[in-house]
């Protein structure tokens, strides 16, 4: 890379005049580029990468450091760089927003030197780049009134083309210039969203931890905007924040662990869970619950895993840090999408507004509440939902042409957002860029001031944006025309009073909304984890921590995948299942009584590894009652038997389902059937079986008389056996 730079001052030098004070080179309009070439990218391009000030100065010089980069094919030679500046200002909000459609090859302004560049490189390869530094002092270039200029570089080169006064490429930004005599300030609020897409697996741990790592350590856009609102120093900025989002991180620096059914409460002595106590004893550290961001990561995590943990929790410090002495606005937990929640879930809505988020209440971080899309558009029952504690916040398209700083619908207070400030800088460069974004702020401020001077600039730093240079950007800022402040003090003012049925909401809006079925698979996570939880004898936190999973289910992120986010949420839902599923209950193949009323044992496993309260209930025809069971304590990986009574009504086979139930009577999932039969018999039968009883004991009586009364009989004389008869001799 090549690197040079050539100032004004040694310039002057250079070619043998001495600049003088008050002297201005003015070169005639820059030449529209044919058609033809405008078709194609130019061959040089060059960025911005610094500019100091931030506008018109009323004494001293401009300084602009930047690239050039041949993205040619062909060597380019000579390279002159340019300062150029637009002849008449812009003055109007509607004037900046098409100003960044402006085709790159329009004139928007004249070179300041025609012969005298201010920078040059001789030679640049395809591919090659060159640092160049432009200082232009004020004395070289007059403004006629205030407002918002073009401002920027030009190169001309020699290339395959030969050189002409048609730009080989360029770089604009705007330049605001408010008067010396301009009385007052603007009040200015900058809005850091931190919000980001968040999913788990389905154990509970976070997903896609690599990610995670790129965005918060170095380089990465959380750790770009926590490193943003640092360098604000003493300027208030406002944060508007997903409480979920420093939670998760927190969970990746205890070591991403997975769903915990460890016990959270101590242990009750006088209630000994039933069955057989596993030898091995259980964890008490829940992890719903992580250690504070500033312990040391668990020394046995995998080195993958130590380093996320590592770089999770200095985010989580330096965020912190940032957020002292700053307003804090938190969205509804997992940045729930409010237009649809209106439509399908309000319930929902509620339930995360509710939840202030683990993290910002153990710093004690006073928050308000607030709601807003990323993109700035909320239907009208969307923004029914906020309670007048809210901030509800806004975006400029959707008030018409002329916009209020803060509006009212009567129960609801609106603070509108300044869409151009966001949209960035004009082309050829990145509009996003840290000096083009900075720029239009400024320039946006600038109009408000030399138009009012009383309608506040509140403006969303961009979603996906990445601050550069942090100092740069603030420094910038720091005007003194220019009041930077929290969106509370900027809005605290008289409202204009609006109906929200006649605001803009986009049909295309509308579309992106997520569905119903999204929010009923997360509604079906929370009931598992609260059914879980109430099996659990020591545990009271599961549930919780299911809630905040599903939760973020149901966020705007999840509209860039709406599918894939109810896939995730069933098969944490189904994790669960399992669990439940783990403890169960086992009937006898038959029973069969031998009267009206009676009793059987069933046999309850569990087969987790912590102790468990269940309870078993039965379900039945009409003809048979059976009772539940008290509550059964068992140990963890334990086994026990119930008695359960049965009151049958009629004779014959009822067949009876029992039913693994918690305390509160939902079933878990565990049943098992067994056929009942009852022996009952008739009066009439009982009367025939009673007299032949009878019968049979009045036979044996008259016997045992008789026996009695003879008892002294003498006893016959035997009878003389026959004599065989002789036969005559003969």
């Given at each position: 890379m090549v690197r040079s730079s050539l100032f004004v001052r040694a310039l002057g030098t250079a070619i043998g005049v001495p600049l003088l004070a008050g002297l201005t080179l003015v070169a005639a309009p820059a030449q529209a580029a044919p058609a033809s070439h405008t078709e194609k990218p130019e061959p040089l391009a060059i960025t911005i990468d610094t500019m100091s000030p931030s506008v018109v100065p009323r004494t001293g010089d401009i300084t602009l450091t930047g690239t050039v980069t041949n993205v040619d094919t062909e060597t380019w030679s000579t390279i002159s760089l340019y300062p150029f500046i637009s002849g008449e200002p812009m003055t109007t909000e509607a004037e900046l927003r098409a100003a960044v459609e402006v085709p790159v090859s329009e004139d928007v302004g004249q070179r300041i030197f025609r012969n005298v560049p201010l920078d040059e490189v001789a030679e640049l390869a395809p591919g090659e780049s060159y640092d160049y530094t432009i200082v232009v002092p004020r004395s070289l270039y007059s403004v006629p009134s205030g407002g918002v200029y073009w401002f920027g570089v030009h190169a001309l080169a020699d290339g395959p083309i030969s050189r002409d006064q048609v730009a080989d490429g360029r770089a604009r930004t705007f330049l605001p210039y408010v008067p010396a005599n301009a009385q007052g300030e603007i009040e200015t609020a900058l809005v850091i969203p931190l919000r980001r897409h968040v999913a788990f697996e389905a154990d509970g741990s976070v997903a896609h931890v690599d990610d995670w790592e790129q965005t918060l350590g170095d380089g990465g856009r959380l750790r770009a905007l926590v490193e943003l609102g640092a360098a604000a120093g003493s300027a208030p900025v406002t944060w508007l924040i997903d409480p979920a989002l420093p939670d998760v991180v927190r969970r990746l620096a205890a070591g991403n662990p997975a769903r915990s059914l460890d016990p959270t409460l101590p242990p009750d002595a006088e209630e000994e869970p039933e069955g057989e106590q596993s030898d091995e004893p259980s964890p008490s550290v829940a992890l719903s619950t992580p250690p504070d961001a500033e312990d040391d990561p668990d020394d046995e995590l995998e080195p993958e895993e130590a380093a996320a943990a590592e770089t999770a929790s200095e985010w989580l410090a330096d965020l912190r840090s940032a957020l002292f002495g700053n307003q804090v606005l938190a969205l509804p937990y997992g940045d729930v999408d409010v237009a649809a929640a209106a439509d399908h879930d309000t319930r929902l809505f509620?339930?995360?507004?509710?939840?202030?988020?683990?993290?910002?209440?153990?710093?004690?971080?006073?928050?308000?509440?607030?709601?807003?899309?990323?993109?700035?558009?909320?239907?009208?029952?969307?923004?029914?939902?906020?309670?007048?504690?809210?901030?509800?916040?806004?975006?400029?398209?959707?008030?018409?042409?002329?916009?209020?700083?803060?509006?009212?619908?009567?129960?609801?207070?609106?603070?509108?957002?300044?869409?151009?400030?966001?949209?960035?800088?004009?082309?050829?460069?990145?509009?996003?860029?840290?000096?083009?974004?900075?720029?239009?702020?400024?320039?946006?401020?600038?109009?408000?001031?030399?138009?009012?001077?009383?309608?506040?600039?509140?403006?969303?730093?961009?979603?996906?944006?990445?601050?550069?240079?942090?100092?740069?950007f603030f420094s910038g800022l720091q005007l003194d025309w220019l009041d930077l402040s929290t969106v509370s003090e900027a809005t605290d003012r008289p409202a204009a009073v609006v109906d929200p049925a006649r605001l803009t909401y986009p049909e295309r809006q509308a579309r992106r909304e997520l569905r119903e079925a999204n929010f009923e698979t997360a509604q079906d996570l929370i009931v598992a984890g609260r059914r879980l939880e109430t099996i659990l004898t020591r545990n009271d936190q599961i549930s919780s921590t299911v809630t905040d999973q599903a939760l973020t289910s149901t966020s705007y992120a999840a509209r860039e995948a709406p599918r894939a986010a109810r896939t995730a949420t069933r098969e944490s839902q189904e994790w669960i299942e399992s669990r439940l599923r783990s403890v169960t209950v086992d009937a006898?193949?038959?029973?069969?009584?031998?009267?009206?009323?009676?009793?059987?044992?069933?046999?309850?496993?569990?087969?987790?590894?912590?102790?468990?309260?269940?309870?078993?209930?039965?379900?039945?025809?009409?003809?048979?009652?059976?009772?539940?069971?008290?509550?059964?304590?068992?140990?963890?990986?334990?086994?026990?038997?119930?008695?359960?009574?049965?009151?049958?009504?009629?004779?014959?086979?009822?067949?009876?389902?029992?039913?693994?139930?918690?305390?509160?009577?939902?079933?878990?999932?565990?049943?098992?059937?067994?056929?009942?039969?009852?022996?009952?018999?008739?009066?009439?039968?009982?009367?025939?079986?009673?007299?032949?009883?009878?019968?049979?004991?009045?036979?044996?009586?008259?016997?045992?008389?008789?026996?009695?009364?003879?008892?002294?009989?003498?006893?016959?004389?035997?009878?003389?056996?026959?004599?065989?008869e002789r036969e005559p001799a003969a």
């Open positions: 509620d339930l995360a507004v509710a939840r202030t988020g683990a993290v910002l209440a153990s710093w004690d971080v006073p928050t308000m509440p607030a709601i807003g899309s990323p993109s700035g558009y909320l239907d009208p029952d969307a923004i029914a939902l906020a309670s007048s504690a809210t901030t509800t916040l806004l975006t400029d398209r959707m008030f018409g042409d002329e916009p209020p700083a803060v509006a009212d619908t009567g129960s609801e207070r609106l603070v509108v957002l300044s869409s151009g400030a966001a949209e960035g800088g004009p082309r050829p460069g990145d509009r996003l860029a840290g000096v083009a974004l900075r720029q239009r702020i400024v320039s946006e401020a600038a109009i408000r001031m030399l138009d009012t001077g009383d309608r506040p600039l509140v403006m969303m730093l961009p979603l996906g944006w990445q601050p550069e240079d942090l100092d740069g006898p193949v038959g029973v069969t009584l031998s009267g009206s009323t009676g009793s059987f044992l069933a046999t309850v496993t569990n087969d987790l590894d912590q102790p468990v309260t269940v309870v078993v209930t039965a379900r039945s025809d009409d003809g048979i009652d059976v009772t539940d069971s008290e509550p059964l304590q068992l140990a963890a990986d334990s086994q026990t038997t119930v008695s359960i009574d049965v009151h049958t009504r009629r004779p014959g086979v009822h067949d009876v389902t029992l039913h693994l139930s918690n305390v509160d009577g939902d079933q878990l999932g565990s049943f098992d059937s067994v056929p009942i039969r009852s022996a009952q018999v008739s009066t009439v039968i009982w009367v025939i079986m009673a007299s032949g009883a009878g019968i049979l004991f009045l036979a044996v009586a008259a016997r045992l008389v008789r026996r009695f009364r003879h008892r002294n009989d003498p006893e016959p004389e035997p009878e003389s056996e026959p004599q065989p």
